[in-house]
Structures are given as C-alpha cells and as structure tokens.
C-alpha cells in the first residue's frame, strides 16, 4: 500500500462534545491518579482535567477519520495504524462543563523507515472562542510507503531533545497489569482492538495485547507532576514524546527523568519510559511546565 502527501492541508469537519466530571474523574481512574484536582469536588477553585485527557477527547475524531475528512485513501489503509507521535500544547485545564469544538487538518505526511507518519493537528476551542488545547496526533502506517518524499514537517511544533542519554535523575519503575490495559480502555472510552482482544492483536502480527501508549505518557506525566511540580498540574504547557517500544500487560515500567532545566517560558522536563525489556518505549519525552 502506498500513501502521497497530496492530503496535507486538508480541513477536518467539526466536532463538539461538552467536558463531564465523570469523564474527568473516570480518566484520573484510568491512569491510577488519585491527585485532588482531578476527584475532589470540594476544590474552591473547582475540578480539573489529567492534562492528557486532550487525547481522549479527541480520540472519537480518530476513531472515525473518515466522518471527519476525505483522505482519498480505502479505510483498510487504517488497520496498519499505531500511535507514533503526541504533541500537547494546553493553553489551560479543561474543567467540566467545557464546551469544546474541534476544528483540525492534515499537517504533515512524513516517510520513516518502516512506514508513513501522518500528522493530524486538532486545535480545540471553548465556547468563547478561546485556545484551550491544541493536539499534534501522529499515526504511523506500518508498512505503507509515502511514494512523493512527504510534506509538512515544517507545520510540526519542534522541541528541544536530548543529544545522548544521561544518567537519570530519578527512575520510577511501575507495574503494568494486565487488567489496566481494560481499566484504560473502559474509563477513557479509548477503544482500540489491540490492546484489549488479545486474537485481533495476535491477527495483526502482535505477541498479545500491548498497553496504550497514551496510557504510558500519563503515567509519565502524572509522576513528572508530583515530583516536579508539587502535584500541581495546572502549569503543563507542553507535552511531547514519540511512542516507539511496547509495553506488554503483566510486565513493568521506568520512568526516568533524564534532565530538568529552564527557558524564557518555564521549567523544562526531558523523560523517557523503558519497557521490561530495557527498549524505550516513550522516547524523546519534553514537558515545560510555565508555573
């Protein structure tokens, strides 16, 4: 199969959906994050959202590409997809009751040694018309060839990463149970087959289910939170990272904070989490943290 770089810069219809304080408190559940801003009601300033419940809110846009654009492509083209790349940019908490519309586009089609990376950039508003997050999403096709050299890197936000990898500053290892990759997937309402149907992962040339991705980065942010910012999330600016190894259920974990420093913009986090194995399996993590 074969992709070409003709759809970048094509618009995404809308889609609208209105923040629930269940939604926050079931997501806070589904990466085993007991942190008060996102479950204790009684808050005087109010609840607030994980900062990668972005990614969920978005995901019904994903699930159903093409409800939302015409890629020109047949949708079996979409089996061979995995989560590849996550750019967050939150402009400020999602809080319940938000009413958020999501316009987006193709940004960027990008050719990799095993396949086609393809960008979608979601930009999310409230209902005054305010920036509320903005989600570079990046999918790689496993096996599909980019046959014109891609396009739209340049639409890309680009963040400082780490020449080599330095001895960590602190290192968190974590299990990973089998029954969180179902826990994830029943209270974020992120469905996909391979992590919970162990014959459709095994039909796609899996080992077995493989833990989300984005379930991994949370678990990354929410210790980054704790121990960097006095579990106060409200400071997230950016996330970044590139998913490359899996996580397999019954295994664990590292986080491992390799370097904090600062910039014009705030304190700057680089990270990474290794799988059972020792592989990386987030890699080139960078959060900035503004307050």
Same mark, same amino acid.
């Given at each position: 199969m074969q992709v070409g770089s003709e759809i970048v810069g094509t618009k995404m219809n809308e889609f609208r959906t209105e923040i629930t304080q269940r939604q926050i408190n079931n997501y806070a559940a589904a990466v085993f994050d007991p942190n008060p801003f996102y479950l204790d009601d009684r808050r005087k300033e109010g609840l607030i959202a994980p900062p990668t419940?972005?990614?969920?809110?978005?995901? +019904?846009?994903? /699930?159903?590409?093409?409800?939302?654009?015409?890629?020109?492509? +047949?949708?079996?083209?979409?089996f061979q997809i995995v989560h590849y790349s996550e750019h967050l940019l939150i402009h400020r908490?999602?809080?319940?009751?938000?009413?958020?519309?999501?316009?987006?586009?193709?940004?960027?089609?990008?050719?990799?040694?095993?396949?086609?990376?393809?960008?979608? /950039?979601?930009?999310?508003?409230?209902?005054?018309?305010?920036?509320v997050f903005t989600e570079y999403i990046g999918g790689l096709?496993?096996?599909?060839?980019?046959?014109?050299?891609g396009?739209?890197?340049?639409?890309? +936000?680009?963040y400082p990463v780490l020449i080599q990898n330095e001895i960590p500053l602190w290192e968190v290892p974590l299990p990973?149970?089998?029954?969180?990759c179902y826990i994830y997937e029943g209270c974020s309402d992120v469905i996909f087959p391979i992590h919970t149907s162990p014959a459709f992962a095994c039909s796609v040339g899996l080992p077995d289910i493989i833990y989300f991705g984005i379930a991994t980065l949370a678990q990354a942010v929410r210790e980054l939170v704790n121990r960097e910012n006095c579990a106060n999330p409200t400071g997230v600016g950016i996330i970044s990272c590139l998913f490359?190894?899996?996580?397999?259920?019954?295994?664990?974990?590292?986080?491992?904070?390799?370097?904090r420093g600062t910039s014009e913009n705030g304190k700057t986090l680089f990270f990474r989490v290794l799988n059972h194995e020792g592989r990386e399996a987030v890699s080139n993590g960078y959060m900035l943290i503004t307050s």
């Open positions: 419940l972005a990614a969920a809110v978005t995901w +019904p846009i994903i /699930k159903n590409i093409y409800d939302y654009v015409e890629l020109g492509y +047949p949708p079996e083209i979409l908490s999602l809080a319940p009751g938000d009413k958020i519309t999501i316009t987006g586009e193709v940004a960027a089609v990008v050719p990799e040694k095993n396949g086609t990376h393809v960008i979608f /950039k979601l930009p999310a508003l409230d209902d005054k018309g305010n920036p096709l496993r096996g599909v060839e980019c046959i014109d050299g396009r739209g890197s340049e639409n890309i +936000p680009q990973i149970k089998r029954e969180a490359r190894g899996m996580v397999l259920p019954d295994s664990f974990i590292r986080i491992q904070l390799l370097q």
